[in-house]
């Protein structure tokens, strides 16, 4: 039962607040829930919920309607190694492709939305609108952390989606 209400505030909650309210410790209930890789928790009144990890990007479509697009970019709790493993936060970009190219070859035609300094346990929203097209959702950060160099992108920070 517990557990229900932690997931809906998560899922509702446009993050700061309840990230700020649990700090860094939470003893009651366990944010870190494991729900399990890839599968993502659309937030509510999001078009497009995206998951950000070490190190994926995951949408909970792939496919959208063209037009205003509500995004909500969810840097959850429970994907572990934020302790001099990189990932302290991250960035969430939608990039038109290129013709013809594809996502992981920095081949953009434009940046349509850049939500930054997501950190762990934040929620940040934005809205964009989208033309039909291939887009690539990325991270750019390049990060130090624990005197090693993280570059989310080459860690495999991007994926594509469709917009009809
Ligand atoms: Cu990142």
Redesign the pocket.
């Known amino acids: 039962m517990r557990l229900r209400t932690w997931v809906g505030l998560l899922t509702v909650a446009v993050a700061g607040t309840v990230a700020a309210a649990c700090g860094g410790g939470d003893d009651d209930v366990d944010m870190d829930m494991d729900m399990g890789d890839g599968m993502v928790a659309p937030v509510a009144g999001a078009d497009l919920t995206v998951n950000?990890t070490?190190?994926a990007i995951s949408p909970t479509t792939r496919e959208l309607q063209s037009g205003t697009i509500k995004v909500a970019a969810v840097h959850p709790r429970d994907h572990g190694g934020h302790e001099s493993e990189g990932?302290v936060?991250?960035?969430l970009v939608i990039g038109k492709l290129k013709p013809g190219a594809k996502h992981g070859q920095s081949q953009f035609e434009g940046l349509e939305l850049n939500l930054t300094d997501i950190k762990v346990g934040e929620t940040k929203t934005g809205e964009v609108e989208l033309e039909p097209g291939e887009y690539e959702l990325a991270?750019l950060?390049v990060?130090t952390d624990g005197g090693k160099t993280y570059d989310?992108y080459k860690?495999g920070?991007h994926t594509s989606i469709t917009v009809k």
């Open positions: 950000l070490n190190w990932g936060i991250h960035q991270c950060l990060e989310h860690e920070m």
